[in-house]
């Protein structure tokens, strides 16, 4: 199974991806999660996404197909991937079919998790993560237990500032790539709205 997990900026695809990945037993790859721990580690390209992803600008075409292309090729996503926050542009789904049509391979799903403007804001501010499991929380949709409350933390472009950014971006770069893929036949939307469990039932008929 070869599928894009495509939505705005807090649409639940980190969170989705999580409580997919066991049903079909490939591995998640995240762009914005690959941009944050060569952040972390302080490398030459972690230091020129930060201040991109700071503001909530996009990290460069280039940079990002380059991981992406080197990722997939791995022995690990030869049966399948869910690509997370990848493609973001035109020109990432362009070079990501050049790449996968290279390989004699395609795409099964794309799917657009689908949650409006108003409601983003809300979720992006209120995220927390735990940096020992990954686990993704929210201080009032999906709360941390007590015994983890202390040590999360909250992301960077997390900032009200920096997520009306995201979403202006999402909505002029990224929106283009839905025509794109419907065009091909893969993608399917699916209502982000909802219970997590709501939104994973429906992930799962969608997918099937
Ligand atoms: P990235 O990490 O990909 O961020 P994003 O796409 O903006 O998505 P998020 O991680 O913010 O949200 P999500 O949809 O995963 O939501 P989540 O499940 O956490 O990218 C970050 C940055 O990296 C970009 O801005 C860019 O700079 C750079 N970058 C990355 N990829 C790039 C690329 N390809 N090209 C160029 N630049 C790139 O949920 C959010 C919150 O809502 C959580 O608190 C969660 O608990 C809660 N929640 C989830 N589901 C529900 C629900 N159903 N109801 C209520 N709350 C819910």
Known sequence: MRMILVGPPGAGKGTQAARLLERYGIPH??????????VKEGTELGKQADACMKRGDLVP???????VQERIAKPDA???FMLDGFPRTLPQAQALQTALDESGVDLD????????DQLIVDRITGRRSDPETGAIYHLKFNPPPA????????????????CVAR??????Q????VPFYEKRGVLTRVDGVGTPD??????????G
Not at 61 to 67: A, F, K, R, S, T
Not at 147 to 162: C, G, H, I, M, P
Not at 174 to 177: G, K, L, M, R, V
Request: glycine share 4%; no cysteine; proline share 3%.
């Open 29 to 38: 790859i995240s762009t914005g999660d690959m941009l944050r721990a060569a």
């Open 61 to 67: 075409d280039e940079v990002v197909i380059g991981l």
């Open 78 to 80: 030869q049966k399948g």
């Open 109 to 116: 799903a794309v799917v657009l998790i689908e949650v409006p």
């Open 147 to 162: 015994d983890v409350a202390d040590r999360l933390v909250q992301r960077k472009d997390d900032t009200e500032e920096a």
């Open 167 to 172: 979403l202006e971006k999402y909505h002029s």
């Open 174 to 177: 990224t929106a283009p790539i």
């Open 198 to 207: 709501e939104v994973t039932a429906r992930l799962v008929d969608a997918i």
